[in-house]
């Protein structure tokens, strides 16, 4: 072997299967699609997941908390990723529009989140209420987001908020001041689509992420 495979990353694995599950849910507001059994190999793109280094966001200080993204960037020739081409297909597809008018960055993107319980009260508060608008206008906004992990306890997931016009969030918001409009379970290898100017955020309803790392993907494009 000439290179260590630790270091080098298999960038197919990240290929949309073509019998991915999904389902149309109208929140009234907007509508969601829920995917699951999105990567073929999803065992295979979990472990590729975890060769690309974690930068720490927030104020994250690996002592309390962790909370970290990874990127992965593609801008040579013959270095891309299936994932930016089979997203816009499947875009072009639930959206019923042109692949032509799909926007997306060549680019695969990874959260870590993990915390302590003096840090984080779970029980009483949401983490990282937000929204994606410093990526497009309100209209044509699409995010994804891939549940990474191989198992999931009950109450772990992500939630959707009633839409508010800022983009200005604390990190931390009592659950009675936001309460969900839709809640989605995690899964391993499921993933939600959805309008991301809609306020969203992780569902911790558990301990978890204090034992473990929890992982997501994410994914931008915009309709033009």
């Known amino acids: ?26 929140l009234g507001c907007t509508k969601v699609y829920t995917m699951d059994n ?13 060769k690309l280094p ?16 990874s990127c992965y960037e593609y ?5 891309g990723c299936p994932l930016t081409e089979d997203y816009k297909h499947l875009i072009s597809q639930l959206a019923e529009v042109s692949v032509d008018r799909i926007e997306c960055k060549d680019r695969i ?13 779970y029980k009483n508060n949401w983490y990282n209420v937000h929204n994606d608008m410093s990526y497009s206008d309100y209209t044509n906004m699409i995010s994804m987001v891939v549940f ?10 992500i939630n959707i908020y009633e839409y508010k016009d800022t983009d200005k969030f604390e990190f931390m918001e009592p659950k009675e001041k936001f309460p ?16 991301g100017h809609m306020p969203h955020g992780p569902r911790i309803g558990t301990d978890q992420f204090t034992k473990e790392t929890r992982y997501t993907q994410v994914a931008f494009a915009t309709i033009e």
């Open 1 to 26: 072997m000439l290179i260590n495979s630790e270091n080098i990353i298999d960038l197919d694995c990240f290929t949309i299967n073509p019998s991915v599950l999904i389902q149309e849910i109208d």
């Open 38 to 50: 999105l990567y073929e190999k999803f065992e295979h793109a979990h472990e590729e997941m975890l």
């Open 54 to 69: 974690f930068c720490p966001v927030h104020k994250a200080d690996n002592i309390t908390h962790f909370d970290g993204r």
């Open 75 to 79: 801008n040579m020739a013959k270095t």
């Open 109 to 121: 993107l990874f959260n870590a989140f993990k915390f302590t319980p003096e840090w984080f009260d």
């Open 148 to 157: 990474m992990n191989k198992n999931y306890e009950e109450g772990e997931g």
């Open 180 to 195: 969900p409009i839709f809640t989605l379970q995690a899964q391993p290898n499921r993933a939600i689509l959805f309008n």
